[in-house]
Antibody, heavy 114, light 112 residues
């Protein structure tokens, strides 16, 4: 069974940092593009980062460029999102998704507030 | 950015009746390989999104055949031919040709 399990969400002050993780199982993780998608409370879906199968190519949406970094460890079947200089507008549920949304995790909540 | 505009944004439907959601793109979603990269997702209340349709009209594994997708170029439709109670939720289209990949605003389907 394919599973994606996110962790690392928390309450953080503006300007702070967090690292999210997404543990993958049940499929050959190293063969797939991976994505981070976020959803602010009561709002729609926004794809913010993607990374290619070997981790050599990453791209971020303008809203997080220069602040967020996506990476992966294929030996550990884990995807990461390093989030720096957090602002209130980053408050959202963060999902990892494999390929073009074939599978999704359950999400992890990030709240940025003073 | 490729803007995806869904309509309607709210869709009250009687059980057993059909439903249709439109998704229009500000740019063509046809890639140089000839494929069209338009997807449909369902998000039930309190759940993660689930992909229903890939490349306009192909149903993902386990998706009931009452769901179908159609369209071309910039104009796409998700049809549900007989709505069931479990179909309640928000439906999103998404494109994966132009970075940033974008979603439509979402269409909330509810039972009348």
């Amino acid at each position: 069974e394919v599973q994606l399990v996110e962790s690392g969400g928390d309450l953080v002050q503006p300007g702070g940092s967090l690292r999210l993780s997404c543990a993958a199982s049940g499929f050959t993780f190293s063969n797939y593009w991976m994505h981070w998608v976020r959803q602010a409370p009561g709002k729609g879906l926004v794809l913010i980062s993607r990374i290619n199968p070997d981790g050599s190519f990453t791209v971020n949406a303008d809203s997080v460029k220069g602040r967020f970094t996506v990476s992966r460890d294929n030996a550990k079947n884990t995807l990461y999102l390093q989030m720096n200089s957090l602002v209130v507008e980053d408050t959202a549920v963060y999902y990892c998704a494999s390929d073009v949304g074939i599978n999704w995790g359950q999400g992890t909540m990030v709240t940025v507030s003073s | 950015d490729a803007v995806l505009t869904q309509s309607p944004l709210s869709l009250p439907v009687t059980l057993g009746q059909p439903a249709s959601i439109s998704c229009r793109s500000s740019q063509s979603l046809v890639y140089s390989d000839g494929n069209t990269y338009l997807f449909w997702f369902q998000q039930r209340p309190g759940q993660s999104p689930r992909r229903l349709i890939y490349r306009v009209s192909y149903r993902d594994s386990g998706v009931p055949d009452r769901f179908s997708g159609s369209g071309s170029g910039t104009d796409f439709t998700l049809n549900i031919n007989r709505v069931e109670a479990e179909d309640v939720g928000v439906y999103y289209c998404m494109q994966s040709i132009h970075w940033p990949y974008t979603f439509g605003q979402g269409t909330k389907l509810e039972i009348k």
